[in-house]
């Protein structure tokens, strides 16, 4: 099956009707025929109709406005300019501003999409290299279901039986771990390529002109920010709805610095029209392609194979999250979760590991999927906010460096495990 | 060009500014629920139900415009490197293939969908959902979807690749 | 020769519910050795919860285990379980589950085999002290309870505001007072960490559980007299053993949370008379007013307050 999609997707096929080619096929072997394909019709009612998934338009049409009112540009010019000479800041910049958003918005997502929409444009006008764009925003994009809030780390401690607020604070440290090792491989990028990312555009205006710019144009930002994540704090809101306020505050902000034309509402949502539909579509075939492979058998056959031998601790660890990341390119993660958890959490006890510490491992694990190829939903995402032309060996390429932090990340987690654990004993003992 | 098809295109267009309407509907509708509820004045119980069903209905009502714009994402690389002829013709059987599960899909929904509708079914959230919608939109939007590519190939179109402009 | 029967479950195999579930197949896997077995493919992740049934009905899987009350929109009678005040043991008996055959054949158009894991009783949470008026009476006037549809009306009939949240953002609506309370099953308040927030429970509980096996009509006719004897057997032995079972859960769940520092609070005398009133009429007349044949038959057979 996996091969009848990939074969389908290479003859150019959309993805979201290869899924559905796929998933006709494969319902058809394992449900037994015709019934197969209304089954799949009835379970696909169910995928896109969910309130869970509402933030990743919100949180577009915010990005979108953003960037087509102007208001991204002159936070961004006036970060330039405090920033001065340096190359590939808007590079870093990416990540700062992600990992910012990251504290907002606790799906992958609507943060990737927010990020592309927003910073990608101008990147690509002052002639960044694709692997200085694209990396950086799926990377930092993934942070916002390592960092609280994070829908995702709760409905893992709910159905791993992991303590739900440990969890959340545990994820905080590697979060920001993750996010300096960003850096890092940036300014290596930089170093290596020169060419990568321009920097000689700039110099450091003097401090007058630093603070005017920040006072003007970044601070307004505050209003964004307590939208998303002040409401949620005062208990106004929920997460989920927080993304609303998110975008209605966009536009009270645009409307204030004159700025809300008629032409960037209509671009924005336009373009938020072009990535959710797209997004939706493919998650309406992946999530049915999911559970048809659930359903097989061949999943829990594999987790089985793979978990089934007597050996080291750290070697059966290191086999956990090799099945996660394998499932993780072709099913969505609540699957995973449901599938992976009933035999990881009795095997993670039985191993003497913590099991918050192994959540964090997991949801690093499951946040590593959501860009490995050839599944990788952020991937998908990516191309559809990217400029035509953009292909997926290109994006899949770009966010290569940003995965093996994430991998480094886990290895320094079993070697020190306060990493994780530190937090969440401090504040909850 | 007839005048059946140019209402077609004024439907497809139509659709998608009401998908999109649907989003500005959605970030409304959940600010107007939280501000109401947060002054203590009432709670818009039908919010999440309307707003989960928003979600299919613009995927099912973009999806045929999202085609005629080529906005669906799809790996062209491969196929890029075939001859001209063979590309051509790959392309071809690509939307054929397409066209034939669409209208597949859209037949099933809509026998599903009767019959719910002739049991009086509903789907209970937070508030009731007549049991019929959420086939009605798959049913309508897949034929589209369908009627679409047809509509492409008719203009001289022969991959499905993406070539969105935003 | 032996039959194999595939199961799936609404909740995911890790729950307690699950688990009770997977001890029934246990026990018919013990039993019915030669004659029929059944495997259990696995829980939503294969099948979405609230279409599980139409795959059953299909013949796609032979069994599932879930709330009938998720098919409330289908069949109506769903509710004669949820307002129950008998066991399902009883309910065999004195031939109301006979009646709710009757219903899930003709409305979901699947076999109904049992009615395991009842006596579980839902309760509604706050996070502070829930007001009560002069004659004791629980007044939640302007509070805002996180609900569900089976319970929304009764909500509203105590005077609250039910508000919809999806799961994943309970907690954090929970730690941030984003809404006053909840409503959920007494077992697996825990499960999802809320009870760090939801420091008040009020009693009574009211309804009850209302957990089915069924099985595909195709599947069941292919089964031998054998195999379909020795199901009905351990079905109504499972019954009574896992509504036993979940007693003692509740009572460990409730010595717990109390140990905790949960406050309980008794709602007495008249007060407990009209809270059960409101809530299992809200139950009953949700029937009543959705029409079904059976209403007399299942309100003689499962309520007797
Ligand atoms: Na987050
Ligand atoms: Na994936």
């Known amino acids: ?429 | 060009m007839s005048v059946a098809l140019r209402l077609y295109d004024r439907l497809i267009e139509g659709l998608a500014v009401l998908a999109a309407a649907s989003f500005v509907f959605v970030t409304v509708a959940i600010v107007t629920d939280v501000t109401l509820r947060n002054l203590g004045i009432t709670s818009l119980i039908w919010v999440s139900a309307v707003v989960e069903y928003c979600m299919l209905f613009a995927a099912m009502a973009a999806g045929p415009w999202l085609i005629r714009i080529g906005g669906h994402v799809a790996v062209t690389s491969f196929v890029d490197m075939l001859p001209g002829s063979l590309r051509r013709a790959v392309g071809l059987s690509v939307m054929l293939v397409s066209v034939v599960i669409l209208v597949w899909l859209s037949w099933r929904a809509a026998v599903i969908g009767l019959e719910e509708a002739r049991f009086g079914s509903i789907d209970m959230r937070s508030i009731d959902i007549p049991g019929w919608l959420p086939y009605a939109l798959l049913s309508g939007g897949f034929v589209l979807m369908a009627a679409e590519i047809l509509r492409q190939i008719g203009r001289g179109a022969r991959d499905l690749g993406s070539r969105a402009q935003h | 020769q032996e039959q194999t029967l595939r199961a799936i479950t609404a909740f995911p195999s890790g729950l307690a519910f699950s688990q009770s579930f997977l001890g029934f197949v246990e026990m018919v896997n013990e039993r019915g050795e030669g004659v029929v077995q059944i495997d259990y493919a696995g829980g939503p992740e294969t099948v979405p919860q609230n279409q599980q049934i139409d795959a059953v009905r299909r013949g796609i899987v032979d069994m599932q285990y879930g709330p009938a009350s998720f098919y409330l929109g289908r069949m109506p009678e769903a509710d004669a379980w949820v307002g129950s005040t008998v066991t399902a043991m009883e309910a065999r008996e004195n031939g109301g589950f006979e009646v709710m055959q009757q219903a899930f054949s003709d409305k979901l158009g699947v076999e109904l085999l049992a009615h395991i894991d009842s006596g579980v009783q839902f309760h509604i949470y706050t996070l502070e002290e829930p007001p009560r008026d002069a004659e004791g009476n629980l007044d939640l006037d302007g509070l805002q309870i996180r609900s569900q549809p089976i319970y929304r009306s009764f909500f509203e009939e105590l005077g609250a505001t039910p508000i919809s949240v999806n799961v994943p953002d309970v907690y954090t609506g929970l730690e941030r007072n984003t809404f006053d309370g909840a409503g959920w099953p007494i077992v697996g308040i825990k499960d999802l960490n809320w009870d760090r927030f939801l420091r008040y429970r009020v009693d009574p509980g009211f309804f009850q559980t209302d957990l089915a096996v069924v099985v595909s009509p195709d599947s069941w006719e292919q089964l031998s007299e054998e195999a379909r004897t020795l199901l009905t057997e351990v079905a109504a032995e499972y019954e009574k053993i896992s509504h036993d079972n979940f007693q003692q859960i509740v009572a460990e769940t409730d010595a717990t949370v109390r140990e905790e520092g949960m406050t309980v609070i008794e709602l007495e005398g008249a007060a407990r008379e009209r809270f059960l009133d409101l809530a299992y009429d809200s139950a009953w007349s949700r029937m009543r007013e959705a029409g079904t044949e059976h209403y007399d038959a299942l309100r003689d057979a499962y309520y007797d307050r």
């Not at chain 1, 080619?21 to 494969?26: P, R």
Request: with cysteine.
């Open chain 1, 1 to 429: 099956m996996m091969g009848g999609i990939i074969f389908l997707m290479m003859l150019g096929m959309p993805v979201a009707l290869a899924f559905f080619a796929i998933n006709l096929v494969g319902v058809w072997i394992f449900m037994g025929g015709a019934v197969g394909i209304d089954q799949f019709i009835t379970n696909a009612t169910a995928s896109i109709t969910s309130f869970a998934l509402v933030p990743v338009p919100l949180f577009l049409l915010m990005g979108e406005l953003f960037f087509h009112t102007g208001l991204a540009m002159r936070v961004f010019d006036a970060l330039d300019r405090g920033l001065g000479n340096m190359r590939g800041r808007l590079s870093y910049l990416t990540v700062g501003g992600g990992t910012l958003f990251a504290t907002l918005s606790g799906s992958s997502m609507a943060n990737t999409a927010m990020l592309g929409a927003s910073l990608m444009p101008d990147m690509l006008s002052r002639g960044y290299k694709p692997k200085m764009i694209l990396g950086p925003i799926i990377a930092t994009g993934g942070l916002a279901m390592i960092i609280p809030p994070s829908t995702l780390a709760v409905l893992l401690g709910s159905l791993g039986r992991i303590d739900v607020g440990a969890l959340l604070i545990a994820g905080l440290l590697p979060g920001l771990i993750l996010a300096l090792l960003y850096v890092v491989v940036i300014r290596l990028q930089v170093a290596l390529d020169p060419d990568a990312a321009p920097g000689d555009v700039e110099t450091r205006a003097p401090w007058p002109e630093i603070l005017r710019g920040i006072a003007i144009d970044v601070l307004p930002m505050g209003l964004v920010i307590f939208c998303v994540i002040g409401l949620i704090l005062l208990g106004w809101a929920t997460p989920t709805e927080a993304a609303a306020f998110g975008a209605m505050s966009v536009v009270v902000l645009a409307a204030l610095k004159r700025c809300l034309t008629r032409e960037a509402i209509v671009k924005s949502l336009r373009g938020t029209l072009v990535v959710s539909v797209m997004m939706l579509m493919i998650i309406l075939g992946s999530t049915t392609f999911s559970q048809v492979l659930a359903f097989s058998g061949a999943s829990n056959g594999m987790i089985r194979w793979a978990t089934g031998y007597e050996i080291d601790p750290y070697l059966m660890l290191a086999c956990m999250i090799l099945v996660l990341i394998v499932l993780g390119m072709f099913m969505d993660q609540l699957s995973i979760m449901m599938l992976t958890l009933p035999i990881f959490i009795p095997l993670v006890n039985a191993l003497g590991f913590d099991p918050v510490w192994f959540g964090v491992i997991m949801l690093l694990a499951l946040e590593l999927s959501l860009a490995t190829p050839p599944f990788g939903l952020l991937l998908f995402v990516m191309v559809g906010v990217a400029p035509p032309g953009t292909t997926i060996g290109q994006v899949a390429l770009a966010v290569l460096p940003f995965l093996a932090c994430s991998v480094l990340l886990i290895v320094l987690m079993m070697l020190e495990p306060g990493i994780a654990l530190w937090l969440p004993d401090r504040i909850l003992n």
